[in-house]
């Protein structure tokens, strides 16, 4: 059960709560609406991050599955295994990743650099010389950023998602796959 309640809906601002019922209903949109002068710069946050990257989809899965595992955030996890599946990651590499197993040979090269990359960003403040330079022999510097990008993003939701113990309810990139909901601009 999360250890907040649901934000008193007369708290909401009206541009606000216009933008929150084009979502679908979410525990964690609930919960993110707590902070009104937030929840739409931090979701049009992630519409970008889905629609306006370089970094390849699976790329993006492999770091917020990796985060997630590391972080212990069922609740990213859950939302993220399918979108993971339609972005071409098998369930072979989804256990490696469950079990932490970022240098196994069945990983490509490019998968162990990103995945040891971003072990190192959420479980420390520094990556080291040598993974940084292995990780820009497969991806651009603008790709990087865009990396670090999901990786603060995601890192953000697992902690709201286990310190307020947010629970995935519905899955609901079942429904939209990689593919953003539609809603206003943000």
Excluded: C
């Excluded at 209903?25 to 002068?37: E, G, I, N, Y």
């Excluded at 998968?111 to 022999?137: C, I, K, M, N, Y």
């Amino acid at each position: 059960m999360p250890r907040l309640n649901d934000p008193d809906p007369n708290s909401i601002p009206d541009d606000v709560a216009r933008f929150l019922a084009t979502l679908p209903p979410d525990a964690m949109f609930t919960t993110l609406s707590h902070s009104p002068a937030t929840v739409q710069p931090l979701l049009g946050l992630a519409r970008a991050l889905y629609t306006s990257l370089e970094l390849p989809a699976r790329t993006r899965e492999l770091a917020i599955l990796a985060l997630a595992a590391h972080t212990e955030s069922a609740f990213v996890w859950t939302q993220h295994e399918p979108i993971s599946e339609a972005a071409g990651v098998t369930e072979t590499t989804r256990k490696l990743i469950r079990d932490h197993d970022h240098t196994n040979a069945a990983l490509s090269e490019p998968d162990q650099a990103v995945l040891q990359f971003t072990a190192a960003v959420v479980t420390g403040p520094h990556v080291s010389d040598e993974l940084f330079t292995a990780l820009r022999g497969v991806l651009s510097e603008r790709e990087i950023v865009e990396l670090l990008h999901v990786i603060g993003y995601y890192w953000t939701l697992s902690r709201v998602s286990t310190v307020v113990q947010i629970e995935a309810t519905q899955l609901y990139a079942r429904e939209y796959g990689t593919d953003w909901p539609d809603g206003p601009d943000l």
